[in-house]
């Protein structure tokens, strides 16, 4: 069985910075795409990056690039997203997904799930 789990959200200022975690189970990390993605109240879940942990390939969302990094660590089957300089505008609930070889970093590609993590960036 898949399993993902987020840890590391919470509360911040704007210009700080927070890293989240992606504990993995149930499949074999190295082979799939693993990406970040984010739900804002009102709005629909939107991909935020995603790496594709056989090439080692990587999306970012243009709003974040330059500002969030997404790595994998193959022996902790961990997903992780460092994200510095965080504005308003990233508060969301933050989710990763995976799926074995999705064409694109959109929500419709991936399968399984995480339940989330609540991040916040006060102005």
């Known amino acids: 069985e898949v399993q993902l789990v987020e840890s590391g959200g919470g509360l911040v200022q704007a210009g700080g910075s927070l890293r989240l975690s992606c504990a993995t189970s149930?499949?074999?990390?190295?082979?799939?795409?693993i990406g970040w993605f984010r739900q804002a109240p009102g709005k629909e879940r939107e991909g935020v990056s995603c790496?594709?942990?056989?090439?080692?390939?990587?999306y970012y969302k243009l709003s974040v690039k330059g500002r969030f990094t997404i790595s994998g660590d193959n022996a902790k089957n961990t997903l992780y997203l460092q994200m510095d300089s965080l504005k308003p505008e990233d508060t969301a609930v933050y989710y990763c997904?995976?799926?074995?070889?999705?064409?694109?970093?959109?929500?419709?590609?991936?399968?399984?799930w995480g339940q989330g993590t609540q991040v916040t960036v006060s102005s």
């Open positions: 790496v594709d942990m056989m090439s080692g390939s990587t």
């Open positions: 149930g499949f074999r990390f190295d082979n799939y795409v």
């Open positions: 997904a995976a799926d074995l070889g999705p064409a694109s970093c959109e929500e419709s590609s991936f399968s399984s």
